[in-house]
């Protein structure tokens, strides 16, 4: 996910294993964004004989999927669920996540300088 969503335009099998770090096969490629594609995680586009992959949403839209998921699984008791996610970030994430409930924001802030958004493990694809 992380050469899609870095990628200016969709890209193609070939182009997204030749930029892969780790030996993994071409095939086993194939197969991970075919089935992305099928839980609709990412585009699929012909382009001739091939497929052209781009990720259906931000990484900050599919990071905020993955939180509603994980709350909806916590049961009845989601206040406390987001009262201890509070309680673990940092002071700069605690007044963006303040600052966006009081302006009633939908948009992300630019991420800040020496802040990387790649820091949590990513899919390679």
């Known amino acids: ?5 870095a990628a200016p335009g969709p890209l193609t099998v070939r182009e997204v294993h030749d930029q892969l770090e780790r030996e993994l096969a071409y095939t086993t490629v194939m197969t991970v964004l075919g089935r992305l594609a099928k839980k609709g995680v990412v585009r699929q586009e012909r382009d001739g004989k091939a497929y052209r992959y781009a990720a259906a949403a931000t990484r900050e839209q599919m990071a905020a999927e993955l939180m509603l998921d994980a709350l909806g699984d916590v049961g009845e008791d989601r206040t406390a669920a987001l009262v201890a996610f509070v309680d673990r970030v940092g002071p700069e994430e605690a007044a963006a996540l ?3 409930l009081l302006d009633g ?3 992300v802030p630019a991420p800040r300088a020496g802040h990387d958004d790649g820091d949590a493990p990513t899919p390679e694809s």
């Open 1 to 5: 996910m992380a050469r899609l969503w």
């Open 98 to 100: 303040r600052a966006a």
């Open 105 to 107: 924001r939908s948009e």
